[in-house]
């Protein structure tokens, strides 16, 4: 149990477009989900918090409307980077959690979503 | 600001070995603390969970937790070099949903 998926695994852009990533959770409800960014040999930074109907929370630095997130029903969260560019490029990983994850695990237990590998030309 | 501090190593033992992972954290309020594993180009997985003091023992696997230390370990008994990755802890702070993770141990076990 417990299983995220995120798609597509890996796209390839032209500056200037926009690309969207989504995050889903497959077998439980998130209710919150979490959206990170890691450089190569750098540990997962953590862009912005998303709780279902409702706006993402962003860490500082991270431009909203840059970065647009939207956690519509409690199976599915979008990341868009509007008008990318070559610095965007990274892997963006999502993470979900929800009440009922198996285990008796806590129920902020992170779920990781593969990643998704973004590199703007 | 809540800080989860780990040796970025490399770490380098000898396969059967016992490899120790170390961890301390900055917010004594803290409740929940996690380890997760990432092999290069993956993301993040959960070994395990602890929340109360002491070992928390599953498989090779081992949690131990101080929290008058602030401290949190993994012991890995019996190293194999699918262990071979980079290990992060994560902590939950005191009214929060959110995890702090560490920037991690590079773990290598050599055949």
């Known amino acids: 149990g417990a299983v995220v998926s995120q798609h597509p695994s890996r796209v390839i852009c032209k500056s200037g477009t926009s690309v969207k990533i989504e995050c889903r959770s497959l077998d439980f409800q998130a209710t919150t989900m979490f959206w990170y960014r890691q450089f190569p040999k750098q540990s997962l930074m953590l862009m912005a918090t998303?709780?279902?109907?409702?706006?993402?929370?962003?860490e500082q630095g991270v431009e909203k409307d840059k970065f647009l997130i939207n956690h519509a029903s409690l199976t599915l969260s979008t990341l868009t980077v509007t008008s990318a560019h070559p610095e965007d490029s990274s892997f963006y990983i999502c993470?979900?959690?929800?009440?009922?994850?198996?285990?008796?695990?806590?129920?902020?237990?992170?779920?990781f979503g593969p990643g998704t590998r973004l590199l703007v030309l | 600001q809540k800080e989860v501090e780990q040796n970025s190593g490399p770490l380098s033992v000898p396969e059967g070995a016992i490899a120790s992972l170390n961890c301390t954290y900055s917010?004594?309020?803290?409740?929940?603390f996690f380890w997760y594993r990432q092999y290069s180009g993956k993301s993040p997985e959960l070994i395990m969970f602890i929340y109360s003091n002491g070992d928390k023992e599953d498989g090779r696997f081992t949690a131990q937790l101080n929290k008058a230390s602030q401290y949190v370990s993994l012991l890995i008994r019996d190293s194999q070099p699918s262990d071979s990755a980079t290990y992060l802890c994560?902590?939950?702070?005191?009214?929060?949903?959110?995890?702090?993770f560490g920037k991690g141990t590079k773990l290598s076990v050599i055949p």
């Open positions: 998303s709780n279902e109907g409702s706006k993402a929370t962003y």
């Open positions: 994560a902590v939950r702070g005191a009214g929060s949903y959110q995890l702090t």
């Open positions: 917010d004594r309020g803290s409740q929940s």
């Open positions: 993470s979900a959690t929800g009440p009922g994850t198996s285990g008796g695990r806590p129920s902020e237990t992170q779920y």
